[in-house]
């Protein structure tokens, strides 16, 4: 217990110094006193410039790194998969699909394109869960049938956007992750529904803990397996669905986070699913930063970070293969 | 436990149980033995609602099983399955602690009373001293002693247990046999459960059932069940039974 305190006291505190870094580092540069004294009195022009600009853009890379950790797990739990992960498994690509139909047909609607995620999300999710059943999911299975699903939707997404250019519609956004240009609205918008999953999905971790025991052992506890899976289930999709409208696909941090949560906090997901929001934060917050400032004044997307991260640990994930089974 | 004319099959096709009428008794030792593939397990699962029969009903205390609602049936009949698994990383409180789910209501439930049934499920299964521990330190053994307090820790009058000794060595298996016993006896617990070995059967149980081919071909006390007869019709092993002054009757196979 203590040392889970500590973890989480260490994970804050760098969220803290990455934040304080990421507002005042970039094509405009201030002291951290500055920033302070601006952020108050509201007088100083180029604070005024980051938190236009700057600081919709870390919220919404930290909210997205929770959103994407936190749905993970709750993937892994309802799965029983240590690979599920909705980037690498299509439902985000689905969500993002859908979304960008969505805006693309009702841009009138942009507050409620995360509910066209959540919904294209929820499909593709659907679709790994029927096609890789047989009398059971086999990781391995699952993430093929995933791959798979994930390539379709990106495709699909990426045929829409060629035949909209060809009629010269506009089309909002692509469906590659896309940092840039955020605004307070955006904020706003996931952090209405990432909240409410958040929050959610806290409150079904004791759920998950009890779906880590046999499905039968569950049951026979007096449990609704069906309905838990479901509930849980649809928590995750709208996690991910709401990050995939508003900042794009983001793969293998729902993979990556979740797992070295576990080894750091254990499986317990009381403590598991906090930990790993306040880590995704810190992930996706520090990568967002790294992808600006590198080599600015260029950027690297935090999804093409996470890409040169993530497959490599998902070989590694796959390569302890005899481990997979997970629990003994 | 009524059970009356129930069927049962995963595929349609061949019923795993056919037409078993049987009743357990309340305060007895009741085991189901049998061949592989003889439709003893799928009968207890039938019991423990895991599975719902396709044909006739099976009624506790005068209501049909699927009348109760999931936490009450937790409240009156507990299951140690054969083979069972939770992150290795909880410890063995945390696990024992699981088996509290049907008390616990949206606003938390009797601390109180959970706390007394753990302690009291621990020190029944002398985990007391180990409640700290992971469950990944213990031993196969142990680990069954562990299921076996997460069920006790429901707190139900009824305990099935499908093959509690089957992964076990010579050493646990009797630990498990004696500790079901001492349930049976010091807290009046009703036992339902599957074992392959007849001669443990014989020893620990009130009455057995024997099943073939998914009926049930005999039942009552041992030494009237588990004839040379009734063996090899069951098994198609022929065995000679013989009187043992201290541990009474036991089945030694001679042939196939």
């Not at chain 1, 859908?98 to 507050?111: G, K, R, W």
């Not at chain 1, 958040?198 to 397996?225: H, I, P, Y």
């Not at chain 2, 063995?92 to 499920?121: C, H, L, N, S």
């Not at chain 2, 009058?157 to 089957?166: G, K, M, N, R, V």
Request: one cysteine or more.
């Amino acid at each position: 217990m203590k040392k889970t305190g500590i973890l989480f006291l260490t994970v804050s505190v760098l969220l803290v110094c990455v934040f304080i870094y990421s507002a005042i580092t970039g094509s405009i540069h201030v002291t951290p006193i500055e920033l302070l004294e601006g952020l108050i009195t509201g007088q100083h022009a180029q604070v005024e410039i980051i938190k236009d600009l700057r600081i919709p853009r870390m919220l919404i890379a930290m909210f997205t790194g929770a959103a994407l950790s936190v749905s993970g797990v709750l993937l892994q739990s309802v799965m029983r998969n240590p690979l599920a992960d909705a980037g690498v498994i299509g439902i985000s690509s689905g969500a993002s699909f859908f979304s960008l139909m969505a805006i693309t047909a009702l841009p009138q609607f942009y507050f409620y394109s995360p509910l066209f995620s959540v919904l294209g999300g929820a499909i593709a999710c659907f679709l790994v869960y029927v096609l890789s059943w047989k009398g059971g999911l086999s990781p391995i299975r699952m993430i093929l049938v995933g791959i798979a699903i994930n390539a379709m939707f990106t495709g699909m997404a990426e045929a829409f956007v060629t035949i909209c250019s060809y009629f010269n519609i506009t089309i909002n956004q692509s469906g590659q992750s896309n940092l840039t240009m955020k605004t307070w609205g955006d904020v706003r918008l996931i952090g209405v529904y990432g909240v409410v999953g958040l929050v959610v999905a806290l409150f079904f971790s004791r759920w998950c803990n009890l779906l880590a025991l046999q499905d039968k052992t569950a049951k026979n506890l007096g449990l609704r397996v069906t309905r838990m899976r479901l509930l849980i289930s649809i928590t995750a999709v709208l996690l991910a669905a709401v990050t995939a409208a508003v900042a794009g696909v983001i793969a293998f941090v729902g993979l990556l986070i979740p797992h070295i949560s576990r080894r750091l906090v254990g499986s317990d997901h009381r403590v598991l699913i906090p930990f790993s929001a306040l880590s995704g934060a810190l992930l996706i917050l520090t990568a967002d930063t790294l992808g600006r400032t590198l080599v600015a004044p260029n950027e690297i997307p935090a999804s093409t970070i996470m890409a040169v991260i993530g497959g490599p640990f998902l070989i590694f994930l796959l390569r302890r293969g005899d481990r997979l089974h997970g629990h003994s | 436990m009524d059970i009356r004319e129930v069927s049962f099959s995963y595929d349609q096709q061949k019923d795993i149980v056919q037409s078993v009428t049987t009743h357990i008794e309340k305060g007895k030792i009741t085991t189901i033995i049998g061949p592989n593939g003889s439709g003893k397990s799928t009968l207890l699962s039938l019991m423990a609602h895991n599975h719902a029969p396709n044909k006739g009903q099976i009624h506790l205390d005068g209501q049909a099983l699927n009348a109760f609602k999931p936490k009450e049936l937790a409240k009156k009949l507990a299951v140690v399955h054969q083979q069972n698994e939770a992150p290795l990383d909880l410890t063995i409180e945390r696990v024992v602690a699981f088996g509290r789910t049907p008390y616990q209501t949206m606003r938390g439930g009797d601390k109180e009373e959970d706390e007394r049934a753990i302690e009291w499920a621990l020190s029944s299964t002398k985990l007391t001293e180990k409640r700290k521990v992971p469950l990944a330190s213990l031993s196969g053994g142990e680990r069954q002693r562990v299921w076996i307090a997460m069920a006790l820790a429901q707190k139900t009058p009824i305990l099935f247990l499908d093959e509690p000794t089957t992964y076990l060595d010579i050493y646990y298996q009797f630990d498990i046999l004696e500790l079901i016993r001492e349930l049976n006896v010091v807290h009046g617990l009703t036992i339902v459960m599957v074992l392959h070995d007849m001669n443990q059967a014989v020893r620990y149980s009130d009455v057995i059932i024997a099943m073939k081919d998914g009926q049930i071909i005999s039942e009552g006390q041992p030494n009237d069940v588990l004839t040379e007869e009734m063996v090899r019709h069951i098994y198609h092993v022929s065995v000679t039974i013989r009187q043992d002054a201290e541990t009474g009757m036991y089945i030694v196979p001679v042939g196939i």
